[in-house]
């Protein structure tokens, strides 16, 4: 069958877009609160008053003119990426891993010119890829040295977790890994691989490339769901503690695991997508209407995290 | 989180209120439903006659009051005489006068009536009963006899007056009635047997329609009253009821014609039937009825097709809502396709779609190129505005040199937008690939080409600008589909590894 049939999605509590946009973004996400997650800088300084990992901060521009300094900020780092403070869906980031003698290499091994990281900044500040094309800010942030844990399970990129957290619980969660397919980025429509990671255990428990099950990485060809998260209450506790920070109760984490320093908070999204059903294979409702059904609550983050692992794991 | 039930009662009242707004205009303003309706109208033309007596002349002619017809358009011509029309309570009439008429005058009166498909003849009031008739000796018995006869056969007025027909025009009548009609017209001793028991009745006169003829003469009836109506006798020729092509041109029950100061005075009647827009015809009636305050018609015609352009807007933009919404197509830019439909609709849309990616596939050409040179997003997109202008200027040369008058029409599309779509556009190529860029295009064009086909509808865009309430209904459908929390269509094929197992 071509379509799927809405009371079968409905029966597995598979959240749509328009329900997620009116019965949890429009109802618990308070705009005001938006510039916390939609602001690049805001988040990371917020995340930094409240003790949250965050990958370090080499500098920001935000005039034409600072883009001159750029040069001075970066040369003696062995790699920086420079994104937007205000862009969405991955958009203008770009990854220097490689600087030597004041020349760029990008993770492909292409070099970047200086001109071409002028111009790339240019664009960042005049609001090229933030919403609505208003000006931006450029912030330069160290190089994550991202965990050999995920070596094998990753073509060029940084594999980052996803876990959304409703009113403070975590509830789903996903492993999204680069492939070449996706051009080392981890948006999963453009061909990166989404795994549903158990909440309980932080173990894989179902892959997906462009919304098809998959067994093996297509580049590497490892075992998908045979990878375990570590630090998985660490990450667990890191991302619900976002709540408290940004007061958003429908939140999307996206975090990175650093060699050194554990997991660290890249950003925030007040407006999740939805593929993480597919990559769990199992639809979001039934842990949303579970949280909903709990009412207020004054749980603390541990007791939250608990809780969560409890009820929410693919197994209970 | 608060109650649901007052917003449902918004959208209800707007749903209603719109609907009930366009079916008032269409039966009350007689709006065709449907664009293209003709309507039937007839000319006609009254022709008073007289021969003057060199002495001041004043002729009263009684102008037709139907109920089955509206009139739509009257004038009155006579050189050399004044004239006024009055309307009092019995009924209308135009009056022209002058000082002195000499020989053979000829005044002439044109109307143009449509049907209004009101055949009944209502009373506003209740009519005064008749003074009863004062029968002469020799009459009287036979004539008290006579009724009395018919008035034990019948129960209401209108029972009695049948009866009375019937009697009148009987193959045999009775010697009674034989006497009476012997100094008697049919319909005066009709009328005259109704008042002797107070029942009201008159005898009005009427023109029978037909079209292209000449020379015509009204024709009497006579009007009986029965219970808060008015029906038709013709105690001639014993027929009741009204006649389809009937025109009741004098229904005051007193002359049609008088001619103070002339005499030989006639009047003759010619008609005419023609056919004419039904909307046309609506909006002349509305404006004769001063029943225009508030409309768009009272617009200079400038702005009215002003209007009717911007108000297949809310078309396009449910259209919109309904894809995003119910279907989940993909646009790039929310409202994008909506103006490219509007100018779709001046260039007709294959022409619309080729000049469309003529456009952007040369402006993505030289965008390629301004990338290369490190400019600001600002100056650069002016520079594709400018660039863009310059296109449509040597596609509009080109098309005119190869003689193709619709490569003019090129001219139509909104320029800023199409350099924001060509700067968007090219910014996905290089971020996503050219893959993404036919397809979020793709998605932009197919929306753009489906809310022009809603729009260039004929029948849509008579009925926005026709029936104003049916924007209520698109605002209340807005509203609604803004509340929908169900699956939308393409996310039935993308969640659909998500039904299979289980």
């Known amino acids: 069958m071509f379509l799927a049939s809405p009371s079968v999605l409905k029966r597995n509590g598979v959240l749509g877009m328009n329900k997620r946009n009116i019965d949890y973004i429009g109802r618990y ?194 075992k998908l769901i045979s990878i375990a998260v570590p630090q998985w209450d660490t990450l667990l506790h890191t991302a619900s503690m976002a709540y408290e920070m940004s007061e958003l109760g429908y939140l999307g984490t996206d975090m990175v695991l650093d060699k050194n320093k554990g997991p660290l908070l890249l950003e925030l999204n007040a407006r999740p997508g939805l593929a993480i059903q597919i990559a769990n294979g199992r639809g979001i409702l039934p842990n949303l209407r579970h949280v909903e059904n709990m009412g207020n609550h004054n749980m603390t983050v541990e007791e939250r995290v608990a809780y969560a692992k409890i009820h929410f794991s693919a197994n209970s | 989180m608060h109650s649901k039930k007052p917003f449902y009662i918004l959208v209800a009242l707007l749903f209603i209120s719109g609907i009930a707004a366009s079916v008032y205009r269409g039966i009350e303003h007689s709006v065709p439903f449907l664009p293209g309706k003709q309507v039937q109208s007839w000319a006609v033309d009254a022709k008073v006659s007289f021969q003057g007596t060199g002495e001041p002349a004043e002729v009263s002619f009684s102008l037709p009051e139907d109920p089955a017809y509206e009139i739509l358009v009257e004038n009155a011509t006579s050189p050399g005489y004044g004239l006024t029309i009055t309307d009092n309570a019995i009924d209308r009439r135009a009056i022209w006068s002058i000082r002195r008429a000499v020989g053979i005058q000829d005044l002439y009166y044109k109307v143009t009536l449509i049907p209004t498909g009101q055949d009944k003849l209502i009373a506003d009031k209740t009519p005064d009963t008749p003074a009863v008739y004062k029968w002469p000796a020799t009459e009287q018995a036979a004539a008290e006899q006579a009724i009395e006869e018919v008035w034990s056969k019948s129960a209401t007025n209108l029972s009695f007056a049948q009866q009375l027909n019937k009697d009148l025009n009987a193959n045999e009548r009775s010697q009674n009635i034989e006497l009476l009609l012997t100094s008697n017209s049919p319909n005066k001793l009709f009328i005259r047997m109704l008042h002797s028991k107070g029942i009201p009745a008159k005898e009005v006169s009427g023109l029978y329609l037909e079209d292209q003829r000449r020379r015509q003469q009204l024709s009497n009836f006579v009007e009986v009253y029965n219970d808060g109506q008015w029906h038709l006798f013709n105690a001639e020729d014993g027929s009741q009821g009204r006649p389809d092509n009937l025109l009741l041109w004098d229904r005051s029950g007193t002359s049609v014609l008088d001619v103070i100061g002339g005499v030989n005075s006639q009047v003759n009647f010619s008609m005419l039937q023609d056919t004419r827009s039904a909307l046309a015809t609506a909006i002349d009636v509305m404006k004769n009825d001063n029943a225009l305050d508030f409309s768009l018609y009272q617009l200079p015609l400038e702005e009215q097709s002003l209007f009717k352009g911007i108000l297949l807007i809310p078309i396009g933009v449910l259209m919109v809502v309904f894809l995003r919404v119910l279907i989940g197509i993909k646009t790039s830019g929310t409202f994008m396709p909506v103006l490219i439909a509007l100018a779709f609709i001046q260039t007709t849309l294959i022409t619309g779609l080729v000049g469309f990616l003529l456009i952007v596939s040369f402006g993505l050409m030289i965008r390629s190129y301004l990338s290369e040179l490190n400019l600001l997003l600002i100056s650069r997109i002016s520079a594709v505005i400018i660039v863009v202008i310059g296109i449509i200027g040597l596609f509009t040369l080109l098309s005119y040199k190869f003689g193709l008058s619709e490569g003019l029409t090129i001219t139509f599309f909104p320029m800023i937008i199409l350099a924001w779509t060509i700067e968007r556009m090219s910014i996905l190529w290089e971020e996503e690939g050219p893959k993404e860029v036919v397809v979020q295009g793709g998605g932009s064009l197919f929306v753009a080409t489906l809310a022009y086909l809603a729009m260039s509808a004929t029948w849509v865009q008579h009925w926005v600008f026709n029936f104003l309430g049916i924007h209520l209904v698109i605002l209340a459908l807005v509203l609604l589909m803004g509340q929908y929390t169900g699956y939308r269509l393409l996310e039935l094929k993308r969640f659909r590894p998500l039904a299979g197992e289980k």
């Open chain 1, 29 to 222: 996400n308070p705009r005001k609160y938006y510039k916390r997650v939609d602001d690049k800088l805001t988040t990371k300084q917020l995340a930094l008053a409240n003790n949250i990992a965050v990958p370090d901060l080499i500098g920001t521009v935000s005039e034409q003119h600072g883009i001159a300094d750029i040069p001075a900020m970066v040369n003696d780092t062995d790699g920086f990426v420079i994104k937007p403070s205000k862009g969405s869906g991955g958009k203008g980031i770009l990854v220097v891993t490689k600087v030597e003698h004041g020349r760029y290499y990008k993770p492909n091994g292409q070099e970047v010119t200086p001109s071409e990281v002028y111009r790339h900044v240019s664009n960042v500040l005049s609001g090229l890829f933030s919403l609505g094309g208003k000006p931006d800010v450029a912030i330069v942030e160290g190089l994550i040295q991202f965990d050999p844990v995920f070596d094998g399970y990753s073509y060029e990129g940084v594999p980052d977790i996803r876990l959304i957290i409703f009113k403070g619980f975590p509830i789903m969660g996903m492993l999204r890994l680069s492939t070449a397919a996706s051009d080392g980025k981890a948006n999963l429509h453009q061909g990166a691989v989404g795994v549903g990671i158990d909440i309980a255990t932080g173990k894989g428990l179902h892959a997906v490339q462009f919304d098809q099950p998959v067994d093996y990485h297509p580049d590497t060809q490892k």
